[in-house]
């Protein structure tokens, strides 16, 4: 798959493959910084409801909590396990 793609280092064969080129690794970026944001976010819910916790000394808001769990794990999920992969060679296909 990498073989096909167009190189920084040399000529493309034509503008629409250069084009492409770019908008694929743009996108990839993209999707990579979102899932990024997501692990963050739910990193930080997941702390502050841990933190509301212990003040109150209650245990509550476990679907907050149960919530921001399932999106970091599905982020993280997304992000490692080839799901970006299996993306791109979808991208490439169609």
């Known amino acids: 798959m990498l073989l096909n793609l167009p190189s920084s280092s040399q000529v493309a064969s034509s503008p629409a493959a250069a ?3 770019e908008l694929l690794i743009d996108t ?3 999707i990579y910084s979102q899932l990024d944001d997501v692990i963050a976010d739910s990193k930080a ?3 502050a409801q ?3 916790e212990n003040e109150n000394e209650q245990p509550g808001g476990q679907s907050e ?6 999106s ?3 982020a993280t999920k997304d992000k490692g396990k080839g799901t970006l992969l299996q ?3 979808l991208l490439l296909v169609r």
């Not at 909590?65 to 399932?70: D, H, N, Q, T, V």
């Open 19 to 21: 084009a492409f080129g």
């Open 72 to 74: 970091r794990d599905a």
């Open 65 to 70: 909590e149960s919530g921001a769990l399932l």
């Open 87 to 89: 993306l791109v060679k």
């Open 50 to 52: 841990s933190e509301k």
């Open 45 to 47: 819910a997941i702390a």
């Open 28 to 30: 990839m970026r993209s």
